[in-house]
């Protein structure tokens, strides 16, 4: 259970989901002084949560003793069932065929590499390639667009938009070669209003987000991908905390991969994994120098 749904007041909440609780287990060790600590709130009152949370987790496990298990399942079938999980093109052919068939649904692919390399345009590509239609090979969704840096261009989305619209009025006349070609139904401006677009503008809003994801694609379950550009950018700086830091980052990962897996969808973020090596980096070089 996530400490979003605690019967706790919503200040509460918030404060602990920016100081990367977000599970109930993350709070079974804790102590009130760490937890008052963490959250700059009086001890009696982080008393008062940790009864809350440890009495939650109780009627959980509870509840679970009477769940049913399901058998297990064989390798072979998971083989076989990611092969049919369908793929969203790059647009490169190479890049697709290195990918196995493009970027997988039910996964978190992670983008990494230096500035400028091109993760923004592949990000923007992917937005309006997964709206392709069925027909043409597509998944006919829709995507979120989460933008850390403020590096997403409308009007390079509008421009990649004409010519896929371009590609598939050409795919369309070779395919009906020499017969009346039917007309290509989705225009740029279709795809436009087909990407939702999110501005984030600190960590802490990044973290509200994403928590958010859940109800905003159940209500939405045409989306098929969710691109965050970038995942670190808000983590960067002012964290003198590196366990904080990688707590938040980590519990994130965890969110996009159950978002990935239950929506059967494909998520793009970078430099998640990046940083937790990063930081246990540093933790071996402080462990060497003490």
């Not at 059967?264 to 430099?271: F, K, T």
Request: charged share 20%.
């Amino acid at each position: 259970m996530e400490v979003g749904r605690l019967p706790i007041s919503a200040s509460q909440r918030g404060k602990l989901i920016s100081a990367g609780y977000t599970s109930l287990s993350s709070l079974s060790s804790l102590s009130p002084s760490d937890l008052a600590k963490d959250l700059n709130i009086p001890e009696s009152e982080a008393l008062e949560i940790l009864k809350v949370a440890s009495l939650t987790s109780r009627l959980d496990k509870q509840d679970g003793n009477h769940a049913f298990v399901n058998g297990a399942q064989t390798a072979w079938d998971m083989l076989h069932e990611e092969q049919l999980f369908p793929r969203i093109t790059t647009s490169c052919a190479d890049m697709d065929e290195i990918l196995g068939g493009g970027i997988n649904c039910k996964e978190v692919t992670e983008i990494g590499g230096v500035p400028g390399i091109g993760k923004t345009q592949l990000g923007i590509q992917l937005a309006v390639n997964v709206q392709i239609p069925v027909e043409y090979g597509g998944l006919g969704g829709k995507a979120i667009y989460i933008d850390t840096e403020g590096s997403f261009m409308v009007e390079r989305a509008q421009q990649i938009a004409e010519a896929c619209v371009v590609d598939m009025s050409e795919y369309n006349d070779l395919l009906r070669k020499g017969n009346r070609a039917c007309q290509v139904r989705i225009q740029p401006n279709d795809i436009l209003e087909n990407i939702f677009y999110f501005r984030i503008c600190s960590y802490t809003e990044q973290i509200a987000l994403i928590n958010y994801l859940d109800r905003f694609i159940s209500e939405h379950k045409d989306v098929k991908i969710v691109i965050v550009d970038s995942v670190t950018f808000h983590f960067r700086q002012d964290f003198d905390d590196l366990a904080l830091r990688t707590r938040l980052l980590g519990g994130m990962a965890l969110k996009l991969m159950n978002l990935a897996r239950n929506y059967s969808l494909a998520v793009i973020a970078g430099h998640i994994l990046a940083q937790i090596v990063l930081f246990y980096i540093g933790m071996a070089m402080n462990d060497m120098h003490t």
